[in-house]
């Protein structure tokens, strides 16, 4: 399973610019890591939640949560 976080992006109308700047990461940082290919094993990390959580300016449970119920591909 993938998560589609450009569609989460999108419906939230955030950039990856944005995403980078509210969580305090590096531009470079967060794009490398939202357009790596996913595995199983290594879909998004704990500092892309937190940068999502900053951004959106939610808690990184609501974020995670949202992501599962909305934004999973097989």
């Known amino acids: 399973m993938e998560i589609d976080i450009k569609a ?3 419906d939230h109308h955030l950039t990856i610019y944005q995403v980078a700047k509210a ?16 595995s199983d094993a290594t879909s998004l990390n704990l500092r892309d939640l937190q940068a999502l959580a900053r951004a959106t300016e939610s808690t990184m449970w609501e974020v995670l949560k949202d992501l599962e119920t909305n934004y999973l591909e097989d």
């Open 23 to 38: 969580g305090g990461y590096g531009y470079t940082t967060i794009h490398k890591s939202f357009n790596k290919p996913q």
């Open 8 to 10: 989460y992006l999108s």
